[in-house]
């Protein structure tokens, strides 16, 4: 009898402005059998943005309560806000053989790592620190406070690509997003040569 392959968990990071969130959309549209985590959050939603789609948009007082019955797989305060991805979503996804994708914070990523070593971690890294804050502005939903607050994480969140297994750099949307798709596929290759791990 074949076991049944069991889903792998892949981890999407990068300052915010790094071009994740197009880079992961062209990537999952290319690709079947990954979903995609959607995260709670705190923070009010952006235009256009919808309830568990994009985000599940929670109270402070509701995600104090998942965080109290520990509910999360992990969750970060980023930019003046609070993260967090669900245990019981991620559990649910690996359980059908499927894979997921997070996309979550540094900080989030390092605790999944602890939790989950069998993880895969990428980052996404724009062309540079000059271009990252010409994409924050070039946005128009922040103000001047919040866009320093990303800089300064961004910078350190770049300081941390060294603990990902992988490093793409954005500076094509295209090229970026291929290359997503092929370390997922990557892996799918090695389940079936038996590494299941
Ligand atoms: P934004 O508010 O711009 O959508 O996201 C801000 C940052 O929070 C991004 O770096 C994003 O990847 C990260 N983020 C989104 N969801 C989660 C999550 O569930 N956990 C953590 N740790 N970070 C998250």
Request: proline share 3%; glycine share 10%; hydrophobic share 35%.
């Amino acid at each position: 009898m074949t076991a049944r392959r069991k889903g792998r968990l892949f981890v999407l990071s990068g300052p915010s402005g790094a071009g994740k969130g197009t880079v992961r959309t062209k990537a999952l549209e290319a690709l079947s059998g990954v979903r995609f985590s959607v995260s709670c959050t705190t923070r009010p939603p952006r235009e256009g943005e919808r309830d568990g789609v994009d985000y599940r948009f929670l109270s402070d007082e509701a995600f104090r309560s998942l965080l109290d019955r520990g509910c999360f797989l992990e969750h970060a305060d980023v930019h003046g806000y609070c993260y967090g991805t669900l245990k019981g979503d991620v559990e649910r996804v690996l359980a059908t053989g499927e894979d997921i994708l997070l996309e979550i914070d540094v900080q989030g990523a390092l605790q999944v790592r602890a939790a989950l070593p069998e993880c895969v971690l990428i980052f996404v890294m724009p062309p540079s620190l000059g271009e990252l804050e010409r994409r924050l502005r070039g946005r128009g939903t922040e103000e001047e406070e919040r866009i320093a607050l990303r800089l300064k994480n961004a910078r350190w969140e770049m300081e941390h690509s060294g603990d990902y297994d992988y490093v793409i750099e954005n500076d094509d949307a295209e090229r970026a997003s291929r290359e997503l798709a092929d370390i997922i596929l990557s892996f799918r290759t090695k389940t079936i040569r038996g590494d299941r791990t």
